[in-house]
């Protein structure tokens, strides 16, 4: 692991307000999504400058992400599968383009940074997407991934704290109660990712060198719960993985 300075230090403040905004995701899914992704930019711009420098964004979603890292003075462009998700505020942002993660229409090398927020748990090969991400990004750039792991309280997303039981289970009780599938399919559209396993992949792969493991939400002073396998699936909430491009 790099033993290089980075600039950002969260705090308990910025804590309690991500997991304040994090209750309204669904009933105000703007004001959420808004301070997410500003709170990203300040997070990124610690371990790089921003400005001037070219970003994919896999699972870029609506636009919240693009908005943001533009106005730090970055070039973005996104990719998402899911045309819903793309034109979920009325239009599709033109840096966009419907594509997946696991195999992105880009060259080698291409990009300064690639950053996914919340899509690795969403993707049936995770180890393929965190391979094509590398792949992208320039020799030297940063490669930034964070995602909920499964036995995180929030693992199944809307099916949580059921998934607990099983995702299966979690999922059939969510369409008993609700009349519906669940957004996030356990199976299908939500697969049981883990901590170890993505931070098992950095350690192993020959693409990038590991610059920082940390909990998303967590302030500086409760980040050592990233480095205790098992605690970590749990306390975390949210896995980031900050990687270094060879």
Known sequence: MSSEVVRFRPTLRRSVELFRGFRLEQSDPDYFYQLLADDSVRQLSGYTDLDNKIILDVGGGPGYFAEAFRKAGATYFGVDPDVGELAARGGVDGGMVRASGMALPFRDG????????????????????LSEMARVTRPGGIVFVS??????????????????????????????RQGKEPKNSFGT?????????????ARRSAQVEIVHLLPRYHPWWAQWVIHVPGAREILSWNVVLVLRRR
Not at 111 to 119: A, E, M, Q, T
Not at 151 to 168: N, Q, R
Not at 190 to 201: E, N, P, V, Y
Request: hydrophobic share 40%.
């Open 110 to 129: 291409c990009v300064d940074i690639c950053y996914s927020s919340n899509v690795l748990e969403h993707v049936v090969r995770p180890e393929l997407m």
């Open 147 to 176: 995602f909920t792991p499964w036995l995180s309280p929030w693992g199944g997303h809307e099916t949580a704290p059921w998934h607990f039981l099983g995702g299966h289970y979690a999922r059939r009780r969510y369409l008993r």
């Open 189 to 201: 559209s939500l697969f049981a990712m883990s901590g170890g396993r993505a931070i098992g992949w």
